[in-house]
């Protein structure tokens, strides 16, 4: 069964400050792994990482992919009260009868005081 | 373009009641899905339909019902709601062969209780 766990689940920090969230898989036949930012209702797209070592950017968000070790990290820089939010990791698998089940960790709670 | 749609946006059951929960997209996707989500739990799959005319169990399907109408629309329903089904459903819809073929939209959204 295709598993995917977030750390930490939840997580406090000031305007300014640099985090990192962790997201860990394990998944038969991997194709992608997403991120999305969940704010008070639909979940919306922010990443899809298919490569291991490519970094990709938007703004003050970043995220890579480690397809040895099996893990992704979201790295958010400067953080403001609008990042606020949960992130969501999901894993999609390469196809077959797996098709379209995306498998989501819990989340991750981020909240940016002032 | 209004994406993904769902209605009603909350609701309230009593055990045994039936509901339908409607989705509706208008990016022309072939793909579409149904999770529902509890706290600490993240989005568990209820049901899919890769394209139209086909469904597909999830990790939860029990107690589900889901009705592919058309290429746009995919609704899901409750035949006899108890408790463990209150939570929030989405909808969400995805283009296999585009370029980003893995990536969902989702809709807003339904708060459903059942009492």
């Known amino acids: 069964e295709d598993k995917v766990v977030q750390s930490p689940l939840s997580l406090v920090v000031h305007e300014g400050d640099t985090v990192t969230l962790n997201c860990s898989y394990e998944v038969t036949n991997f194709r992608s792994l997403l991120w999305y930012k969940q704010e008070k209702k639909a979940p919306t797209f922010l990443f899809m990482l298919t490569s291991s070592g490519i970094e990709k950017k938007s703004g003050r968000l970043s995220s890579i992919l480690d397809k040895k070790e099996l893990f992704s990290i979201l790295n958010i820089t400067a953080t403001q009260t609008g990042d606020s939010a949960v992130y969501l990791c999901?894993?999609?698998?390469?196809?077959?009868?797996?098709?379209?089940?995306?498998?989501f960790g819990q989340g991750t709670i981020l909240t940016v005081h002032p | 373009n209004a994406g993904v749609t769902q209605t009603p946006k909350f609701q309230v059951l009593k055990t045994g009641q039936s509901m339908t929960l409607q989705c509706a997209q208008d990016?022309?996707?072939?793909?579409m899905y149904w999770y529902r989500q509890d706290p600490g739990m993240g989005l568990r799959l209820i049901y899919y339909?890769?394209?139209?005319?086909?469904?597909d169990k999830g990790e939860v399907p029990n107690g589900y019902n889901v009705s592919r109408l058309n290429k746009r629309e995919f609704s899901l329903r409750l035949e006899s709601a108890a408790p463990s089904q209150t939570s929030v459903y989405f909808c969400?819809?995805?283009?296999?062969?585009?370029?980003?073929?893995?990536?969902?939209?989702f809709g807003p959204g339904t708060r459903l209780t059942v009492l």
């Open positions: 999901a894993v999609v698998p390469a196809g077959g009868t797996s098709y379209g089940k995306l498998t």
């Open positions: 969400a819809s995805s283009d296999p062969g585009g370029a980003r073929r893995d990536t969902q939209y």
């Open positions: 339909s890769a394209s139209e005319g086909t469904t």
């Open positions: 990016m022309n996707h072939n793909s």
